[in-house]
């Protein structure tokens, strides 16, 4: 079974740019996840999808990052500027429930940098 | 809130054992644990529902004390292929009743050594 696909894998840019990440969850997943890993916070929720309704972006750091879920197989994460502390892995995952009720399955991550 | 994870690092030789501690300053539903292989994507290793229950697959196995707000992780007789990242994600709540956040510690580095 093929797993969640996030792409690109690597993206450098340079500061100003826009920025857009994508995620395929697995399929029948009915919750979808993004998250940002630094060394210095770890690993920070930035928002969540139930059936491709957005429920909770508080963990969204500005009005410079957007999250879409179009349909249920795709969903995008935009920054816009960005910036060189925008620098990081982003990690999407997705899972038939939420939290306590089944483990969440991550992609591989796109390793951005913000030049 | 984040979850406070001790120790920050561990090393080990294979075949000797480890605990990796998570706490949390609040009331707890569950707690997950993940680990994470460098440059790779955070993998689930097990979700704890109750106060006191123990899981475990092979040689690692969690317990949580619902009471005292921590989880703990034990890794027995390690192999190499236990190297990597743990964290654990806590889920508050109280009462029955989840707060519907996961919150992730710093994580725990285990180096395991032939």
């Known amino acids: 079974d093929a797993g969640v696909i996030q792409s690109p894998r690597h993206e450098v840019t340079e500061m100003g740019q826009e920025v857009t990440l994508r995620c395929k969850p697995i399929s029948g997943h009915d919750y979808l996840f993004w998250y940002r890993q630094t060394m210095m916070r770890g690993l920070e929720l930035l928002i969540y999808?139930?059936?491709?309704?957005?429920?909770?972006d508080s963990g969204m750091p500005e009005d410079r990052f957007s999250a879409k879920m179009p349909n249920a197989s795709f969903s995008t994460l935009k920054i816009q500027p960005s910036e060189p502390r925008d620098s990081a892995v982003y990690f999407c995952a997705s899972s038939t429930g939420l939290y306590s009720n089944q483990p969440q399955h991550f992609g591989d991550g796109t390793r951005l940098s913000i030049l | 809130q984040q979850p406070v994870q001790s120790p920050q690092a561990v090393i080990l030789r294979e075949g000797e054992d480890a605990v990796i501690n998570c706490s949390s300053s609040?009331?707890?539903?569950?707690v997950h644990w993940y680990r994470q292989k460098h440059g790779e994507a955070p993998v689930f290793l097990m979700i704890l529902l109750k106060g006191g229950e123990q899981k475990g697959h092979e040689k690692i196995s969690a317990s949580f004390n619902e009471k005292k707000q921590q989880s703990s992780l034990y890794l027995t007789a390690s192999q190499l292929s236990y190297s990597g990242t743990y964290f654990c994600?806590?889920?508050?709540?109280?009462?029955?009743?989840?707060?519907?956040?996961?919150?992730f510690g710093q994580g725990t580095i285990l180096t395991v050594h032939p």
């Open positions: 609040k009331a707890l539903y569950s």
């Open positions: 999808f139930n059936n491709n309704v957005p429920i909770d």
């Open positions: 994600g806590t889920e508050m709540g109280a009462g029955g009743t989840s707060y519907g956040k996961l919150t």
